[in-house]
């Protein structure tokens, strides 16, 4: 038996899980508190990487800085996707018709693809040269659209309860 896009939203929001988080005086906090934890490792980390592509940050060597950034990037995901998803549950219905909503997953999914396309056709590269050669142009398009997507997606973030 086929269930329509609604009827799955509607049965997520009327889940067990889902009214024991809404109808806690605390859980939606705390897990906004650990999407928040999660957000500043996933997007500063990010960031401050960006920034060193773009020569802004000191002269560490950039192999160095992604060394150390770039997997505590990747591990805040372990915080800000799973809270993410169960305070989504507690509102499926709604948040699943918000253009706020929808609009940070595209942003969530352009992020994804920008670092793909980062990883293989700029860093690993990159990496096979000297340190002394200085980040092509594409890497600096990257950072610079990273930044303005995690800007984007931090600033939907917010906007989900008020738009
Ligand atoms: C790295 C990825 C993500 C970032 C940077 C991010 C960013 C944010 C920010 C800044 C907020 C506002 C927090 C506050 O002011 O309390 C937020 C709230 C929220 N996010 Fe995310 N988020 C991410 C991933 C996700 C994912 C994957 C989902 C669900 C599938 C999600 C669902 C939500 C929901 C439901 C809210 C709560 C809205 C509210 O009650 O105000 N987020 N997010």
């Known amino acids: 038996m086929i269930i329509s896009l609604a009827e799955w939203l509607r049965s997520v929001e009327a889940s067990a899980l889902a ?11 705390f897990l906004e508190i650990i999407h928040i934890l999660g957000i ?7 960031i401050l990487f960006d920034l060193r592509l773009l020569n802004i940050t000191f002269k560490i060597p950039v192999s160095q800085m992604a060394k150390y950034l770039l997997p505590w990037s990747r591990r805040g ?16 219905e709604a948040l699943a ?44 398009l ?7 997507v995690w800007i984007g997606i931090i600033s939907c973030g917010r906007l989900i309860a008020y738009l």
């Open 142 to 148: 990257n950072a610079v659209f990273s930044i303005m």
């Open 40 to 46: 500043v490792m996933v997007a500063g980390a990010a």
């Open 97 to 140: 018709e918000s253009g706020t909503f929808q609009l940070k997953m595209i942003l969530l999914v352009a992020a994804a693809l920008n670092a793909f396309i980062f990883d293989v056709l700029v860093f690993k590269p990159h990496l096979k040269k000297s340190e002394a050669e200085p980040v092509r142009s594409l890497s600096k």
């Open 77 to 92: 995901l372990f915080l800000v996707i799973p809270s993410g998803i169960l305070m989504f549950i507690t509102n499926a």
């Open 19 to 29: 009214t024991t988080i809404r109808q806690s005086l605390w859980l939606y906090p």
